[in-house]
């Protein structure tokens, strides 16, 4: 089966688990791990897919949703003639129609956030409390959820802006965070080697430097004290990310404390493209050297076949030093990924929730973050960002004007054989400190 044949049957996959969780409402928990030792393999965020469906795709498995929604209403609407106060036709006004209001409280338009609301409704409507439904509309439960994630507002301030008890507005919360990271994981994963093609010619346009098929990085997420005390002082997160800032990949859960090398290795990212599976092309050749598809990233990673890295000590107006330079513009897009993140209310402080709550966060932020850029809203997406430290330096104004840095198009390339030469002859990982 190739690659279209796949993606079309993951396409109505999707499509027929949607509906059928809409006609049979289950009670499935959502699967977070907590352990964060880097040799788990098994325990990091589930949000790697191998197949990332096009934006035609998911329009064909979700089109049915919104209509069989308001059906959905329509019969409830009928078959309960006296619905009761949690309806909220009172949380109406709590929705602001204003268009600057709306971006400041929920990191998006108020055309996405109709579209989310219609898109979401019946699977965030289908798992109330069997003997406590809460009756509240789909526009209030994600306003709810967005309202917690934009702002980081604790449950006292969101339950009285919604005009909802604190457990229900915690209900929802988790349960929007619940229905993004269990049904609609799919807005998160790695392209199809024909995908690949744009990726790589991307980035090529951009820097100069053929067959980069992704840039990868790490960050940490602050987790408050009563999380520390199990988990320590934050949460790792590793992204991979296109030349535009979506997410290809991400795994959250370890520990903070765990080295970016050590959390990779224990990746299914690693194991993936280790294995064949990801990254499996054609090599192009440069200089007769053989250059496989791969990922850039920063120092804190050694040189590999698939992941190329930064010259150690360049020589100053020499070709490795114009390489770096091209290196840190084509990283510029997950520094823009994790700012942008780090914006959203609950992840730009120490996250207070237990520790799997924290990672559902940043899995939800991080699918949200890919749909805004699907839909073309760039609320959320930081576009200047101050003191990110990337390979020790800092990017105190990160928006590098190309003009700054000579990147001739030769030059680069036969630098970036000489990186792969270097690697294809150990055949091992390598400390760059030590390269010689």
Same mark, same amino acid.
């Given at each position: 089966? +190739?690659?279209?044949? =796949?993606?079309?049957?993951? /396409? &109505?996959? #999707?499509?027929?688990? @949607?509906?059928? *969780? !809409? ?76 268009? +600057?209001?709306?971006? =400041?409280?929920?990191?998006? /338009? &108020?055309? #996405?956030?109709?579209? @989310?609301?219609? *898109? !979401? ?85 951009? /820097? ?229």
């Amino acid at each position: 089966m +190739d690659s279209r044949e =796949l993606a079309a049957f993951l /396409s &109505s996959l #999707t499509s027929q688990l @949607l509906l059928t *969780l !809409l006609l049979f409402p289950s009670s499935i928990p959502l699967q977070i791990p907590t352990n964060s030792n880097p040799n788990s393999h098994g325990n990091t965020f589930p949000l790697l897919l191998h197949h990332f469906l096009s934006t035609s795709d998911l329009a064909a498995s979700l089109s049915l949703l919104p209509l069989l929604s308001r059906k959905r209403k329509r019969q409830q609407q009928t078959n309960d003639p006296n619905p009761q106060l949690g309806q909220l036709h009172r949380a109406d006004p709590v929705i602001p129609r204003d268009p +600057d209001a709306f971006k =400041l409280l929920f990191r998006m /338009s &108020s055309s #996405t956030f109709e579209w @989310l609301a219609s *898109l !979401l409704e019946p699977l965030l409507e289908c798992r109330d409390p069997v003997d406590s439904p809460l009756d509240l509309p789909a526009e209030a439960r994600l306003g709810i959820g967005l309202f917690r994630l934009s702002t980081g507002a604790d449950y006292p301030e969101v339950s009285t802006r919604f005009q909802v008890s604190d457990s229900v507005a915690k209900f929802c919360v988790k349960q929007f965070c619940r229905v993004l990271c269990t049904n609609f994981r799919f807005w998160v994963g790695f392209p199809t080697p024909s995908e690949l093609d744009g990726v790589s010619s991307a980035f090529e346009s951009i /820097s100069g430097i053929p067959n980069c098929c992704g840039v990868i990085g790490c960050t940490r997420f602050r987790i408050a004290r009563k999380a520390e005390e199990v988990r320590g002082s934050s949460i790792a997160a590793q992204i991979v990310v296109d030349s535009s800032s979506r997410i290809l990949s991400i795994v959250a859960g370890f520990g903070g404390n765990n080295g970016d090398w050590a959390i990779l290795k224990s990746s299914s990212l690693y194991k993936d493209i280790e294995s064949g599976s990801l990254l499996d092309s054609p090599p192009i050749y440069i200089n007769g050297v053989s250059v496989p598809q791969y990922l850039v990233g920063d120092r804190n990673y050694p040189l590999l076949p698939w992941l190329i890295t930064p010259f150690p000590d360049p020589v100053s107006g020499r070709n490795e030093e114009n390489f770096n330079a091209a290196l840190n513009l084509m990283r510029l897009p997950v520094i823009r990924t994790i700012a942008s993140l780090k914006n959203w209310g609950v992840l730009n402080k120490p996250i207070e929730a237990e520790f799997k709550t924290a990672v559902a966060y940043i899995g939800a932020c991080s699918i949200l973050h890919n749909v805004l850029l699907m839909r073309e809203d760039y609320s959320s997406l930081c576009n200047e960002f101050v003191d990110y430290t990337v390979d020790d330096q800092v990017y105190r104004d990160a928006n590098f004007e190309e003009n700054s840095v000579e990147l001739k198009g030769s030059v680069i390339r036969s630098a970036l054989a000489t990186r792969a030469k270097v690697v294809s002859k150990s055949g091992q990982p390598m400390d760059l400190g030590n390269e010689g």
